[in-house]
């Protein structure tokens, strides 16, 4: 069974930072990509930033273009996710995907559990 477990978030003042991490455990035998969306109260879940494991091809919503920056450690099965110049529009339960999962016989997408960030202004 695969799993998502996703660390990094919290509290932080308008300007900061703060870099997520996820690590996808399981019997995984490759990773199409990952990614983080992101959803505030009230409103829909929403990409944030994705990478493909292969060659690392990325793209980010515009909103944090310049901002976040979105990397991999393909041996760790790890995606991670550097904030910076931290808004409050931010703030959000920030969700890991991964998708294309291959494990011994499927293929399948997944979620971690979420974690919350909130930027105070």
């Known amino acids: 069974q695969v799993q998502l477990v996703e660390s990094g978030g919290g509290l932080v003042q308008a300007g900061g930072s703060l870099r997520l991490s996820c690590a996808a455990s399981?019997?995984?035998?490759?990773?199409?990509?990952m990614g983080w969306y992101r959803q505030a109260p009230g409103k829909q879940r929403e990409l944030v930033a994705r990478?493909?494991?292969?060659?690392?091809?990325?793209n980010y919503a515009d909103s944090v273009k310049g901002r976040f920056t979105i990397s991999r450690d393909n041996a760790k099965n790890t995606v991670y996710l550097q904030m910076n110049s931290l808004k409050p529009e931010d703030t959000a339960v920030y969700f890991c995907n991964a998708d294309g999962v291959i494990t011994m016989n499927r293929e399948m997408d997944y979620w971690g559990k979420g974690t919350l960030v909130t930027v105070s202004s």
């Open positions: 399981g019997r995984i035998f490759s990773i199409n990509a």
């Open positions: 990478i493909t494991f292969r060659g690392g091809s990325t």
